[in-house]
Structures are given as C-alpha cells and as structure tokens.
C-alpha cells in the first residue's frame, strides 16, 4: 500500500476490521504525507458485505486498476461462512494444512487464468507468496 500511495496511487483498503483498517489508512497517510489510502468494510465472510463494499466503492470511484488478494486466514479451523459456504476449500477427512494448499494452489491458478484470458486487454495476473511479510494472521490457525 506504502508504494502504490508513495508512487501516487488511490489505494482502497477493504478490510474486516473497520477500526483497525481506519487507523492503518491513517497512519500511512501521516507517513508519506498524504491522503492518498482510505479503507472501507468488507468481510468475505457475507456476501452481503461483499455487496455493499462493492456498491460503495462503485459510487466514489469510476475504475478499480489493480485488485491485490489476501485473504488472511491460515489453515484455520473448518467452518462455514453466514451464507453457508466453507469457509476453506475442504479436503475430506478436513485437514487444515492441506486445505490452506489447496487455497494457495487455487490463488495461483486463478492468476495464470487472468493472465491466459485477459492479457491482451492489458490485464496481468500475479501471485506471491502468502508469508513472506510479518502480520497476526497465524493467530487463526491450528497448531501441525
């Protein structure tokens, strides 16, 4: 977010955590000077949530350029979302680790099918690695 706002960028933060999401945006912004990151409530958990982030950002905003993905959970304990959907890709019997692959796996093709698709209209995919920065996502996973 630091380099996208720094290079003069709009960065649009959705978040689940509304306050934590608003005093990041702010501090960043404190940082480089700047009002360039703002935040917004979006939980993937409701599709009512997704809905109304989208409606949103619709009515401020006319383009999204660049979409990063990061769902911050791992290897969390099986569940369901409130609209009944697993909320990891299961493997069954469920194993936690297995499933966060298998997410990971999914991440990964799901840029090579961007990529494959829509490289002509100038639309690229990518995926990184998950942990390669420091954060509390671990705070949600099982113990191997």
Not at 6 to 35: F, Y
Not at 46 to 55: I, N
Not at 109 to 132: K, M, S, Y
Request: hydrophobic letters at 40%; charged letters at 20%.
């Amino acid at each position: 977010m630091r380099a996208l706002a720094s290079a003069g960028a709009k960065v649009t933060m959705a978040c689940r955590d509304d306050v934590k999401a608003i005093k990041v945006a702010s501090e960043l912004n404190q940082s480089l000077g700047s009002s360039l990151i703002d935040s917004g409530t979006l939980n993937l958990e409701s599709l009512a949530s997704v809905r109304a982030f989208a409606q949103s950002f619709r009515s401020t905003d006319d383009k999204l350029d660049i979409l990063i993905n990061n769902g911050a959970v791992m290897a969390c304990p099986q569940g369901l979302t409130v609209d009944g959907f697993e909320m990891r890709f299961e493997n069954r019997p469920y194993d936690s680790w297995s499933s966060y692959g298998q997410a990971k796996t999914t991440c990964a093709l799901l840029a090579v099918g961007i990529q494959t698709r829509f490289a002509d209209d100038g639309i690229e995919g990518f995926a990184v690695h998950p942990r390669g920065y420091h954060d509390n996502v671990a705070t949600s996973y099982e113990p191997v």
